[in-house]
């Protein structure tokens, strides 16, 4: 992408930032410190989208800079990566209560933020933490534990993506297993993040276009060109 193409989206992304310090579109903004956007690289090939901040990032207004946030340090680390390479936010860019789990209402609320950080950041590779962002971004109800580890390909908005489901680093800090299983799934993204992205994924109208072309090529000839004869008799 051109530099000047970049600067603009830049540009634009911190506006966003303004915009989303000061939203109140769900109860959170009562409750939370601060709001946590995001951080990292404006203009990241990958991507990591977390559930929402936990205590030490509200604090902070920074995304996962407790425990989890140093284990997913370590594992960039191990794929030769840092937090400068990549961009980093949550569903939710407000902690919510002790950190109980996003609300419906509140992730409708929050998602037309991440929505345009995808559009502006124009990644490559976003990996899903955890279920609540991959049940989001993947548009598909099936549990991290099924989906972990294999990419698919994915339009998110006008941006067409390779999307990593990998277990959230909280889980991998209570279960070793899940750590490992992490680990493994960390090593595949320097491969996909030199795979070729493919084309948009056609819109629903095309889907069904095509379809009515197909099924109109299959409808059986005219009888008159079936080779059939008249009546013997
Ligand atoms: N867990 C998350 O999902 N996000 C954070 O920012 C921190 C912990």
């Known amino acids: ?23 109140t579109k769900c109860p959170l903004h009562e409750t939370r410190t601060k709001t946590v956007f995001g951080a990292g690289n404006a203009d990241a090939d990958l991507m990591f989208v977390g559930e929402a901040p936990g205590a030490e990032e509200d604090r902070q207004g920074l995304p996962f800079v407790g425990r989890a946030g140093q284990l997913l340090n370590e594992l960039l680390v191990e794929i030769g990566l840092s937090r400068e390479d990549t961009f980093i936010c949550n569903v939710l860019k407000s902690r919510p209560p002790n950190n109980r789990d996003p609300l419906p209402t509140e992730i409708a609320a929050c998602e037309p933020w991440l929505w345009e950080q995808v559009r502006l950041i124009e990644p490559r590779v976003v990996c899903t933490l955890g279920n609540f962002a991959t ?15 294999t990419p698919q390909v994915q339009q998110l ?11 959230h680093p909280a889980a991998a800090l209570r279960t070793p297993a899940v750590k490992e299983q992490l ?11 030199e795979r070729e992205l493919p084309g948009p994924l056609p819109s629903a109208a095309e889907i069904a276009e095509e ?16 080779g059939f004869f008249g009546d013997a008799g």
């Open 211 to 226: 379809e009515a072309r197909e099924e109109a090529a299959e409808q059986p000839p005219p009888a008159d060109q079936l």
């Open 1 to 23: 992408m051109s530099g000047a193409d970049a600067a603009a989206r830049r540009e634009e992304l911190v506006a966003l930032y303004k915009e989303v310090s000061k939203c």
């Open 183 to 193: 680990r493994a799934d960390f090593a595949t993204i320097p491969a996909l993040l």
């Open 135 to 149: 049940k989001l971004l993947t548009g598909n109800p099936t549990g991290i534990t099924r989906v972990r580890g």
């Open 157 to 167: 908005g006008s941006r067409t993506v390779y999307l990593l489901p990998i277990f």
